[in-house]
């Protein structure tokens, strides 16, 4: 039983795409890419007067276009095999010799792979009263449009250049104000001719229009001015050569509207037509000057949003930068480059520069003893808020950084900092909703002398490991959580660990935030959007092929390697260990007073093998003895430490049992000190590591005391000093700089 409202099979049959067409009231004509007729239907028959199947052999030309409009049709296949649309009108002589006006339109037709094998034409005959006014209105719908898809200056006005020649002008120049100065942005001209040296002004030029000058009165008064016909009337020219070249390309009448938004004057848009084509009407009108005065509205509502993008693009970048390193340090042992690239704006979405900016960081930190801090972080979300919370979590790492304890450690101290920034919020009853930002963060400590790797993860991308052309993830067993999300009870220790690894020698890191591999797909792109594991087996293969290359050669490389635009903000950072081995001595000795003048000798006679200045190797030795002399005598009144005592004959009361004789100097004479000597290009560093506990300070000495001046000397002769908590005690470490303080 059929249901009401279905379609009979007789119905049904009428209704596929061929009778479709038999029956439109509209001409449609299919070509190839060669501009060959394949197909039309019998409305188009009608229109053009021909009779007949399409052989594939006539061409677009053969429908009757006259042939002063044979360059309007040439425009036509040109725009739309490039993927475009377009409208226009031809005249058109039919079979019979009549000639009637017809209006088209041109889509790309498209293979379902996405390519464009031919156009589809659709036209109707238009009447010349209305033709004109529907034309113009919608070229004015056309400039909106594409207005509306770019922030950018340049490409905003290229734009309406493009839109307005070749068909409503041969000739449009754009100028703005500058610092009180009119300076020409935009040049365009019909079928690509360009202006003879020496003649009119090229992009860039500043303009100036003497007084009197049609563009002169446009800006003074604030209102489109029309030049309808040159012939009939005359004005001063802004040089010999601008009025050279107007007689030579025969100017026949031009529109100057300013370009004004908020009383404020932005510029000029200047329109000509010429004989360099051949046109219905070489002139314009008072319709045509109200027409170009509702685009240069447009127009300047347009500038005015770009210039206020790019004026609050630049102040967050600067920002942003800001908040970065503004310079690199010079460290032993590795090359560095880094990048920053902010995304690219969501114009459609109305975002503005809240898209510009974000959490991305990067930062390389010295550390005690040519020790380097490498760090890559990044803050969810964008906009200022983000950058905000991401300077003052690079600061705070920083700070914790210098107390040199393990990157576990260190990322266990952001992650509660992390929470002290978050702003506070409260619900309707008060109960604290307050939610900390979520922060992704990989923290490095690299030791280029013993090329030793220590990391700590928080839910960060694992590094890129370059080794002999081939690129692999960093293996990283422990990722703990991001920043900022850890569970209430759990203690920071128990999310964050340490792990450690030996880069072979040429080795090489890349860091990066997700911006890299997260990129938003090609607008012509076709198909899904490559997931992140894909787009990163694309950049490993191509970083394969430049291994070798310098880093800062990887690291622009890096930018480009994966294919889309910039969808988040991006960091990148690219270290690599050097090949050859740098200069170290160590060695252990017992920490006796006679000591003291051996490890000076020790000192003593490696700098010399250095080729440390005399003057610098003296001091350095000198405040060794200070160092060390400081380790001995704070050796002997160090806490015993714990240890499993093994007595001969029956168990002692307890408070005998640790009254044994001999035991203290016993403990006392198994107390050791090592000195490690380093040689950099610019500094040496000696540390001096014990088994006590307790770090050293400074203490202020009076007249009459023994000592409490060692570390004073240190503080003042070297140029950085510290100590920091080791495994088995601590490490005492001054730096002496080779070349002077």
């Known amino acids: ?91 058109v002589v039919r079979g019979d010799g009549s000639v009637i006006y017809v209006r088209a339109q041109a889509v790309p037709l498209r293979h379902p792979s996405g390519s464009v094998t031919g156009i589809v034409i659709t036209a109707r005959e238009a009447m010349r009263s209305n033709e004109r006014e529907k ?103 802004p040089s010999e050569g601008a009025a050279r070249v107007c007689g030579e390309v025969g100017m026949t009448s031009a529109i100057v509207a300013p370009l004004c938004v908020r009383g404020e004057t932005l510029g000029l848009m200047y329109l000509g037509m010429s004989n360099l084509t051949d046109r219905r009407s070489p002139h314009y009108d008072t319709f045509d000057r109200d027409f170009v005065g509702a685009i240069a509205t447009r127009v300047a509502l347009a500038v005015d949003n770009a210039l206020l993008f790019e004026e609050e693009r630049h102040t967050a970048e600067s920002f942003q930068k800001h908040l970065l390193p503004r310079e690199l340090p010079s460290l032993d042992g590795l090359e560095i480059a880094v990048r920053y690239y902010p995304a690219a704006p969501l114009a459609s979405h109305g975002q503005g520069i809240q898209t510009q900016v974000g959490g991305d960081w990067y930062d390389v930190i010295p550390l005690s003893a040519g020790r380097v801090g490498i760090v890559i972080g990044d803050v969810e979300g964008r906009g200022a808020k983000a950058a905000a919370v991401m300077g003052q979590l690079r600061a705070a790492l920083r700070a914790f950084a210098q107390d040199d304890k393990p990157p576990a450690d260190i990322l266990a101290r952001l992650d509660e900092w992390t929470r002290v920034v978050a702003a506070p919020e409260r619900d309707d009853f008060g109960a604290d909703i ?32 370059i080794v002999d052309g081939n690129v692999t993830e960093l293996d990283i067993h422990e990722v703990g959580q991001p920043l900022g999300v850890r569970a209430s009870g759990m203690h920071a220790d128990l999310v964050y660990k340490e792990e450690t690894r030996v880069l072979p020698p040429g080795a090489t890191l890349l860091l990066y935030t997700d911006g890299l591999v997260d990129r938003r797909p090609p607008r012509d792109a076709e198909g899904a959007a490559p997931s992140d594991d894909e787009t990163l087996g694309v950049l490993c293969e191509k970083l394969a092929k430049i291994s070798n290359d310098p880093v800062e050669r990887i690291a622009d490389f890096a930018t480009v390697a994966v294919p889309g635009e910039i969808d988040d903000d991006m960091a990148i950072l690219v270290v690599r260990s050097v090949g050859t081995e740098l200069e170290l001595e160590e060695r252990t000795f017992p920490a006796q007073p006679i000591m003291v003048s051996e490890a000076r000798r020790m000192a003593s006679e490696a700098f010399a093998g250095w080729q440390v200045p005399d003057e610098r190797a003296e001091l350095a030795c000198l405040l060794v003895s200070e160092v060390v002399t400081n380790v001995v005598l704070h050796a002997a009144s160090a806490s015993v430490p ?20 001999g035991f203290e100097e016993e403990i006392a004479g198994d107390k050791e000190f090592t000195l490690r000597l380093r040689r950099g290009k610019e500094s040496i560093w000696v540390e001096v590591f014990d088994q006590d506990l307790r770090l050293p300070r400074i203490r202020s000495a009076g007249e009459n005391d023994e000592g409490g001046r060692g570390l004073y000397l240190v503080d003042q002769l070297a140029r950085r000093w510290g100590s920091r908590p080791t495994r088995e005690g601590k490490a005492v470490w001054f730096e002496i700089p080779i070349g002077g303080r």
Request: glycine share 6%.
């Open 1 to 91: 039983m059929r249901r009401w409202g279905d379609l009979s099979q007789d119905a049904d049959d009428h209704l596929t795409a061929g009778s479709v067409l038999d029956h439109a009231e509209m001409a449609v004509v299919v070509t190839d890419r060669f501009s060959n007729v394949l197909y039309w239907n019998p409305f188009a028959e009608q229109l053009f007067g021909r009779v007949g199947v399409p052989s594939g052999r006539e061409s677009l030309m053969s429908l009757g276009i006259m042939e002063k409009d044979h360059p309007l049709a040439v425009d036509l296949a040109k725009h739309v095999l490039r993927g475009g649309v377009w409208e226009g009108t031809f005249d």
């Open 135 to 237: 034309d113009r209105f919608g070229l004015l719908e056309r400039i909106g449009e594409r207005l509306a898809g770019s922030l950018y200056m340049e490409e905003t006005l290229n734009r309406v250049a493009e839109m307005l020649v070749p068909q409503f002008a041969d000739h449009c120049f754009i100028e703005l104000v500058e610092s009180d100065r009119l300076v020409r942005k935009v040049s365009t001209h019909v079928h690509g001719w360009t202006p003879p040296p020496d003649t009119w002004k090229p992009v860039g030029a500043e303009i100036r229009y003497p007084s009197g000058h049609y563009a002169d009165t446009a800006l003074r008064r604030q209102e489109t001015i029309l030049v309808e016909d040159f012939s009939q009337v005359s004005y001063p020219a």
């Open 434 to 465: 307050t939610n900390p930002p979520i922060v992704t963060c990989q923290y490095m400590v690299y030791d280029a002398w013993s090329r030793q790797l220590s990391f700590a993860n928080a839910g960060h991308a694992p590094p890129l490991l």
């Open 642 to 661: 714990r240890r499993e005592l093994a007595l001969d004959g029956p168990p002692l009361p307890f408070d005998e049992s640790w009254d044994v004789p």
